[in-house]
C-alpha cells in the first residue's frame, strides 16, 4: 500500500470505520485488495490530536468520498477518540495510481441525440475514476439508448460497473460477462449514466449513444455497412461519431469499402454534421478494386483493397461544380488581395495570379505576396448560388511546397460580409485544409450558403500562402419552393443552443426574382383596388341622395363637361401618384409598370 485513508465515526451517525486506498507497486506488479477484511489502524500522533468535526459534516464527507469506499467492520460509539486518520506506508516501488477523477471521454450531446464514452475509450479506462452525466431528450419524447461496446474487467460488478438510471428504473449494473441489452428504451426522456472503476489491468470501458423515440432507427458510432444486407436502407447517426476509433476507406465520388464505419463515412462524405447528428440513406453497390482515401470534414479516409461490397450514400442533387470559365486577368471572375510573381531558372517571369486559383487548371496556383492574415481570395459567382462544399489544395508544382492549413469563409450578396459560422455557435468556424501542395481536400457547408460573392480566407499556411480552389453547390432555383436538403434538417430551437437571425438566413431557400415581383405586385394593387372600391361605394350612396336636387346642373352641357374632366384630372394624379409610389418599391428594372397603372387606374375610375 502506498497510503490509507480511514475516517472515524461515531455511532450517532450509523457509521463504522470506512477504509479506502490506493494501491501502489508491488515486486512482479501484483496488486492485492483489502475487500472483505478485517483491518486495524493506528493513529498517527498528528492525526490523533486532531479534534474529530461534528457527525453531519462528518457524514457529508462521508458522502463526498463514498464512490471507491469500503466499510470495514469494528463500530466505534460517539466517546471513542478515534480521529480520522491518513497513514503513509513506504515501499519500494511507490504507486502511479490515478486520483478520483471526471472518468468520461470526450461528450458530444445535442438536443435530440448523443454519444457518451469511458475516458481514453477504447484504450484502457483509468483506476480510480467516476463517470457520471445526465442524458436528455425534448419533453414529450422517450429516450432510447444503444450500447455500442461494453468491456469491464469486473465480473461481480462490486468494483467496476455500468448502471443506467431512469425515474422509474434501474438498468444494470453491467460487467464482465455478463449479457448486456443492445437497445433500452425507458419510459422518461431522461436517465442518468453512471460508471465506476477502480483498481483493474484491462479494459476497454463503455460507448453509448442515445436518441429519442422520434428515431426508432437509432445506430452506435461501431456500427459498419457490412452489418447490413438490404441493398438500400436508412438509419439514424447519433451526434458526435467523428472522434471515435475506428478506420474509414474511400470517398463520396467512388463510395466507401463496406467494413467502414457508417456515421463516421457520413461526416467524412459531407452527408451530416458531427455535431447534429442526422439521418443517412445508404445505398449498396459492387465492390471496387481500390478504394482512394483522402481528407475531407476534419476526417482521413485510408487507401481501401478489394472488397465484395461497397456503399454510397444518396445524393442531395447539390454537388456541381460552380467554378466559371475564366479568360485573362482583367476579365476573371476570381480576385485576391495581391499575387506573388517569380523569375524561374531560365528567367522566366512566372505569374501567380488569382485566374490561376481553379482546381481544374493546369499549372501554378494563386499565391499571396505576402504571407499573412489580411490575404483573401475573392469568387464571383456572378448571381446568388447556393454553396454546398468546398475543394481545396496547394501549389501543385512538385519545387513549390506551398500551401494552406486552415481557413475561414466570408460571403455577402450586395451587403456586408458575414463570417461562416459553426452550425451550433457564433464563432467563426475554421475548416481544415491542406497538409501538403498536392492532395485535395474538401469541406462541406452545412447549413448552406446562399451567396454570390465568396472570400476564402487564410488562417494559417506552410511557407507561403497558395491555393486552388472549387466551389460545389448549385442554382437557387434548384432549391426554391419546397426543394430542401433532403439529409439537412434545422436543429429545433432549446435552451441553450441560441441561433442569431443572421445565421438563419444562410438555410432558407432564396425566393426567385418572379416571385418577389408578385409580392411588389399584390401589395401596391391591394390598397389601390381597396380605395377604389370605397370611393365607388361612397360615390354610389352620395349619388343616390342628392340626385334628385342637382338634377338640373347637368342639362348645361358645358358646365357638367367641365365638372367631368376636373373629376377625371383629379383621379388621374391620384392614381399617378400610386403608381410612382409602386415603382419606388418595385425599382427601375419594373418601370414599365409604371405606365400600365398611368393607363389602366383613371380607366378602372372612369
Known sequence: LSEIHAWGRRSCCGRSWVLRSRFGGFPFG????????????????RQARRPLPPCKEREKQRAAAREGSREVPGAMGCGGAAPAVLLLLPVLLRSGAEKLEDGCGPVIIHQDSGTLASKDYPGTYPNYTVCERRIQVP??????IKIGDLDIESQRCDSDYLIIRSPTTVHGPYCGNMPVPKEIILDSNAATVHFESRSHVSGRGF????????????????ERANYHVEAEYSRYCPAGCREIAGDISGNIVEGYRDTSLLCKSAIHAGVIADELGGQIIVIQQKGASR????LANGIHSQDGSLSEKR???TSN???????LEGGGVSDSPITASSSWNETNEIGELVQWSPNKAWLKIQGPSWAANQSNLRQW?????GERKRITGIRTTGSTMLNFNFYVKTFIVNYKNNSKWRTYKGVLSNEEKVFEANSNHRDIVRNNFIPPIVARYVRIVPQSWHKRIALKVELIGCHVAQVNGSFRHQLWQRPSQ???ISVRKEDKSITEPMPSAENNLGWKLSAIMVPVLVVLFLFLISGVCIYAAIQKYVTFIFCFSELGSIVYFSHLWYWTQTASSFAAFGSRIIGSSERPFHSVINMTVPFMIW
Open 494 to 496: 432549446s435552451p441553450g
Open 377 to 381: 481570395l475573392e469568387i464571383d459567382l
Open 291 to 294: 478504394y482512394q482515401g483522402i
Open 317 to 323: 442533387g447539390c454537388s456541381e461544380s460552380l467554378n
Open 30 to 45: 501484483r496488486i492485492r485488495s483489502l475487500e472483505g477484511r478485517r483491518v486495524s489502524v493506528r493513529p498517527s500522533h
Open 139 to 144: 419533453q414529450g419524447k422517450r429516450l432510447i
Open 311 to 313: 456503399f454510397i450514400f
Open 207 to 222: 460507448l453509448l449513444s442515445f436518441a429519442s423515440s422520434d428515431h426508432p432507427d437509432l445506430i452506435t458510432c461501431l
